[in-house]
């Protein structure tokens, strides 16, 4: 669990960042006065006025909101693993009496307070604009922290899942092959993955991306004939044939990802307890004899 020490985490970060303030500053303000001005009054003047408000004046809210995601989110990734790999400061931090749990709460709060500001940023340019109409407009800015601490989280607890993910990737294999039970099946497949989990990951990752490919290819292929199609026969004929054939093709792509996970489950088997194939289809084929 972490403890005050997370905010001493907290303020080693705020006072790395004050190095970096003035850049911070030019990305803070240059980037929604160019969102204000090309969409807001640029292509605003072509959309007709919103409930009686222009267009900047409904871009406004998005924009602030955006800006709080966008925050958090480059923070926890691109922030987060610089430190880790590029400048260390995670294992330096580890030397002192700072734990792990602490670094991540340090991290995470230090991401919605960046959050904060560059709502605060965002909020007075708008001011500036003449966009905003009511001082309740500051309300915006602890929902502004609130998103900044929401996302911060999100992307600190995701790389986490994914680890759990690929650790519990055969427990369906398991339950089946082995018939066993779910919980007995979810340790089963933690102890198999056990010093094998960059490989099942790649493993897993290279198949998700092949069938995406394949996939997209193949929707093209169908809407290219359904374009074809209505040159030849009715439009909604060539709707109905090329739905039919959106589900076969489903049919087909989707199964390959659960014999991926069948066939890692095997080979995890296969260098982990030496489990000989051969000698198990023996088994499942062959039924025993009856009793005399």
């Not at 394949?214 to 004929?237: D, E, W």
Request: aromatic share 14%.
């Amino acid at each position: 669990m972490p403890t005050l020490r997370a905010l001493r985490v907290w303020r080693r970060n705020l006072e790395s960042w004050k190095r970096y303030a003035p850049s911070f500053f030019v990305a803070a303000l240059g980037e929604p006065i160019f969102y204000l001005l090309a969409i807001g009054y640029g292509l605003g003047r072509f959309v007709a006025r919103i409930d009686g408000l222009p267009y900047a004046a409904f871009l406004a809210p998005g924009m602030i909101a955006f800006t709080a995601m966008n925050s958090a989110t480059f923070e926890t990734t691109f922030g987060s693993f610089t430190r880790m790999t590029e400048q260390n400061t995670y294992a330096a931090i580890l030397a002192t009496p700072c734990s792990v749990a602490d670094i991540v709460a340090g991290d995470i709060l230090w991401a919605a307070s960046k959050s904060t500001l560059s709502v605060c940023f965002v909020l007075l340019l708008t001011a500036l604009f003449g966009l905003v109409a009511s001082p309740l407009a500051l309300a915006v800015v602890p929902v502004g922290f609130l998103i900044g601490l929401m996302f911060s989280v999100g992307f600190c607890v995701f790389p986490l899942w994914i680890w759990i993910g690929v650790k519990w990737i055969a427990v369906l294999p398991a339950m089946f092959v082995e018939n066993t039970g779910l919980f007995p099946a979810m340790g089963r497949s933690w102890r198999l993955v056990e010093g094998r989990w960059w490989r099942t990951f790649f493993i897993l990752l290279l198949v998700l991306v092949l069938n995406y490919v394949v996939s997209l290819a193949l929707g093209a292929f169908l809407y290219l004939g359904q374009v074809l199609l209505t040159i030849l026969v009715s439009p909604y004929l060539a709707l109905a044939l090329y739905e039919g054939a959106v589900v076969l093709v489903s049919a087909l792509v989707n199964p390959v990802l659960l014999i991926a996970i069948v066939l890692i489950y095997f080979d995890l088997r296969v260098r982990k307890e030496a489990l000989d194939l051969f000698q198990l289809a023996h088994q499942v084929t062959v039924s025993p004899p009856a009793p005399a």
